[in-house]
């Protein structure tokens, strides 16, 4: 059953938390995934995590992998995961070193620009400019690697004009990642945003 989400947020009281459904429904969480996070720059790590041409390491958002890969001229790349032949993934390994990137099902072989090279069994005339591996936004400032998956999305200039000025005392371009923690919780997104912006809780829990 499709929810109406303007109708279930007509429902809502100032001052009052969010109706149950937008914390519940499958569909509304769905549409947040589409309309927020797969259209706004997301932090995806540190180039010094691919120092060298091939390296690699993998970012997954919701149902989406991407590759962040480091090419042979120095620049950084990010490549949707996922072949142009039948949709297989082309990584598996979180983090790793690639002199190409080749899909495991069928054999076709993709640059470090995603670039497809090589494709058996085409047929003659078959244009490989056209099926190379799907390409993302991505901004490297100051050594933090950013990316979006939406072609038309907002600048990143406003953001690194902003951002710049506060960050560059901490030479951040020089650091190294020494160790990474994933926290993961059983609860909707906004549940996790709510808590971390309040600090109501901070005496009783902390």
């Not at 970012?59 to 590759?67: G, K, M, W």
């Amino acid at each position: 059953m499709s929810i109406d989400i303007r109708k279930t947020m007509d429902s809502w009281q100032p001052g009052h938390a969010l109706p149950r459904a937008v914390y519940h429904d499958p569909e509304i969480y769905d549409s947040e995934i589409r309309r927020i996070f797969l259209k706004s720059w997301q932090y995806v790590g540190h180039a010094s995590q691919i120092p060298d041409k091939g390296d690699y390491f993998l970012f997954e958002i919701a149902d989406e992998s991407v590759i962040l890969v480091r090419d042979g001229d120095g620049g950084v790349n990010a490549l949707l995961n996922v072949c142009r032949h039948r949709g297989s993934r082309i990584c598996d390994a979180l983090e790793g070193r690639e002199t190409r990137l080749t899909c495991k099902y069928h054999g076709w072989t993709y640059a470090l620009d995603g670039s497809l090279r090589g494709a058996g069994h085409t047929p003659e005339g078959f244009d490989k400019s056209r099926l190379g591996l799907k390409r993302l936004r991505l901004r490297v400032f100051q050594g933090l690697i950013f990316i979006n998956f939406d072609q038309d999305a907002v600048p990143f200039d406003p953001i690194e004009n902003d951002l710049g000025p506060l960050l560059a005392p901490y030479g951040l371009e020089r650091a190294r990642v020494a160790h990474r923690q994933n926290y993961p919780i059983e609860s909707n997104w906004k549940l996790a945003v709510e808590n971390y912006c309040e600090c109501y809780h901070c005496g009783p829990a902390h």
